[in-house]
């Protein structure tokens, strides 16, 4: 298996190539020459790891065996995921719906499933392309990120971890978790603007000749842990096919049966790792775009038309709070004929104007794909506190947002398959607006809202959450978007 850029169609990288470079030096995505083909029906009655496990090694053809299964093994067991079940599958109450809850990680939402695995993987590839270089792994973050990556980067061999995040744009908690991170190799800084300020001053920095050449004379390469790295993406594809075989093993529906999805969306990572999951033989219905109040991808999927220039919302879901979408740029490859030159165009007028339109073609075959809405503040705080009140099941807003789009979905349409809604972030990491939300006063601090949250829910606080109270801040760095350079090659001792 090779890996091509989605804005140069000619380029072919090993894996471990693109997961070390994590872009490609145009500044296109990477993604794989093909989707190969698996039968849903192997991954019944297996554990989670061996499930990754099979989904790896089709796509990691230049790693052995063993590189595959250790990588999995340090990841998924080992008690890095309460009761080492790393994606359990739990009835809404709703007919025919599912949470699948992917925030029983280290850090308490979905990025876990990811960051915990990149950094093997990534150990590996630097193994494979870069003998001796150290990998800085440069990353914007718009809460969960930045976290789910300090802690499993934090004192790996040959990598540093620098992350910025949005100032105000982020949960108390989630700065407190960054502020407190432990290990050798970790830096966090604040920056004075928003996530979009972040990852445009992170891509900046990655293109920038003179920083890479100065990091370049002390034995240092960057890397990202973005979902722009395909290290990202691919551990996701995996839980997806485990849900699907999770719910055929209880009975609940036959293998064949299609599954509709609900994703809470950003930069479109989640979402794209279930497209991949559907190309590749798994029975996806129809995949379901939600986003909160910055809802730039509803009237995307919608239109056709991409535009960014509109208000930045800080809302309760701030995972989502984000303009530019960077992983819709794979899927619009795949759908518009792997056309790098189309897609270069796409971006150029991105950058020059903050907006472009995709052809009809590819409009048809996206609304042949997915559906989309959005929902506001009042609906996902309303959606928090119907289905505590309705199911006894506890959620973050991020999660609320795609319930509420399952929802609108099957109002809209009728359509009542089975599905499963995509639960990304433990509601203790957003004590403050699940506890306005069920129409309690928060408290000032942190840790008595958790402490409230948990006294009026009889939901268990997430260790992670709880051992924080006990840590040191370790960070407490601002700086201003165009001096993020400076910062970076400041912590990496250059
Ligand atoms: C990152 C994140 C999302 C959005 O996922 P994308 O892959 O960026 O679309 C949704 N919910 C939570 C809790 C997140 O941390």
Redo the contacts with the bound molecule.
Sequence with gaps: MLYKSTRNSALRLTSAEAIASGISAEGGLLVPEFLPKIDPGVFLRQSYEKRAETVLRLFLTDFSEQEIAKSVRNAYAGGRFENDAPAPVRPFGKEDAYFLEL?HGPTC???DMALQLLPHLMAYSLEKTAKDETAVILTAT????GKAALEGFRDVPGTKIIVFYPQDGVSAMQKRQMATQEGENVFVCAINGNFDDAQTGVKRIFADEEVREALSKKGMRFSSAN?INWGRLLP?IVYYFSAYADLVDAEKISLGTPLNFV??????????ACYYAKRMGLPVGRLICASNRNNVLTDFIRTGVYDRRRTFYTTS?P??D?LV?S?LERLLYHLGGEDSGKVSGWMRDLTETGTYTVDANTLAAVQSLFWADFCGEEETAETVRSVFRDFGILI?P??AVAAHALESYRAETGDRSPAVVVS??SPY?FPGSVLEALGQQAPEDDFEKAARLCEYTGQPIPKPILSLSEKVIRFTKVCAPKDMAAVVLDAAGV
């Design positions: 925030w939402a979905f990025k718009s809460g969960d990120t979902s996701q994703v809470p969306t950003g930069n479109f990572g989640n979402i794209l879901s995972s989502m984000i979408s992983n973050d991020h999660t990304t972030a990491k």
